[in-house]
């Protein structure tokens, strides 16, 4: 299908919301990019991945201390993939592009590939966001139904129990096949990815190879067949669980939106920046311990709307976001409790597997 258009009305309010963001950064005079706060947070997750990395592999402890390692460590993943690979893909980690190409690049010792993930996430969910058909991240057909466009089948009204199996696959599934499947077809969904330079290559089957070296072939060597089976699916899991919730609490709930385009003209009925709003919410963004590991992507709105901003700055730019919405009328969806979302998810869930 071919990828629909926003409407662009006389009066745009993402023209209103950048003007109020620039002042504000005007008046602070803050960078719009990240800054020592991040930086040291960012070191903090990269050096904790690597010390539990290493005693896992060379000083191996009990095997119950060992598993409560693999599921940190998978934690450590998404968190890194959450402050440090997401705002670097987006430009936003630093005013330095190449501090933002090597943050960006931590996605790729990780088993993935941030080229394809900048075509995935930064090119077709940012901008279709919940469009069925388009946005590949709400793709997990057959085995889900999360928007009412899909088609549904007889074991979706189960789906709101086994969903949490589901997501948990969802590292290991990226890592060892929908990369591939991307650079194969070329293509996001319906989206062709944009061409791949010699060097894209390279990096793409290189970086395979080591992650490949570093979390199965070392391992094995180092600890025999099963305990890596086990302590990496273990952490895989995890990993895969973290990453695919966080998304799901900010896009898939009974309150956000699910646009489809004019069947004849293939235009949205909103303009981009409402889309974003209606499509997108917010949930525990009082929490800081939760806003520090997710690296502000409880801030889904902010991010959604301003994603060269990097998310050290959302707890700001919210209120300003937020008094804007209210003066024009416009829906800002937030849940105050994480487990507020994670509820009106499942809900979301059930309602759409009995329909």
Request: glycine share 6%; proline share 4%.
């Amino acid at each position: 299908m071919a990828t629909p258009k926003f409407s662009r009305p006389d009066i745009s309010f993402h023209l209103e919301l950048k003007k109020r963001i620039s002042s504000y950064f005007k008046e602070v005079g803050y960078s719009q990019t990240g800054n020592s706060q991040l930086f040291i947070k960012a070191s903090i997750l990269v050096l904790a991945f690597l010390l539990i990395y290493i005693h896992l592999l060379f000083f191996t402890p009990h095997w119950a201390i060992a598993l409560l390692e693999c599921v940190i460590l998978g934690a450590l993943t998404a968190s890194i993939g959450f402050n440090v690979m997401h705002d670097g893909a987006h430009g936003s980690f630093s005013k330095y592009q190449w501090l933002n190409k090597a943050a960006g690049m931590s996605i790729n010792f990780l088993g993935a590939n941030v080229f394809m993930w900048k075509t995935k996430h930064n090119v077709v969910h940012h901008s279709y966001t919940n469009v069925e058909g388009v946005d590949d991240d709400m793709n997990a057909r057959p085995f889900l139904r999360l928007c009412p466009a899909q088609k549904r089948y007889k074991f979706h009204r189960f789906q709101h129990y086994y969903f949490i199996l589901t997501y948990s696959l969802l590292y290991l599934y990226w890592v060892f096949f929908t990369d591939y499947k991307k650079y194969v077809t070329k293509k996001v969904g319906p989206v062709p990815i944009q061409k791949m330079k010699t060097m894209d290559h390279l990096s793409f089957w290189g970086f395979k190879l080591i992650h490949a070296a570093l979390f199965i072939a070392l391992p094995i060597y180092l600890l025999g067949f099963l305990p890596w089976v086990i302590g990496f699916t273990v952490y895989g899991l995890f990993a895969g669980l973290m990453l695919t919730v966080v998304f799901q609490l900010a896009h898939s709930l009974e309150e956000t939106s699910f646009p489809i385009p004019d069947v004849q003209t293939n235009k949205m009925e909103d303009e981009w920046a409402i889309h974003q709003l209606k499509t997108t919410a917010n949930f525990a963004t009082n929490n800081k311990v939760i806003s520090w590991v997710l690296g502000g992507l409880n801030f889904q709105v902010e991010h959604h709307l301003f994603p060269k901003i990097s998310h050290i700055h959302y707890p700001a730019i919210s209120k300003i976001i937020k008094q804007a919405c209210l003066e024009y009328n416009i829906p800002y969806l937030e849940h105050p409790k994480m487990r507020l979302a994670f509820v009106s998810h499942v809900k979301h869930l059930r309602v759409l597997g009995r329909a």
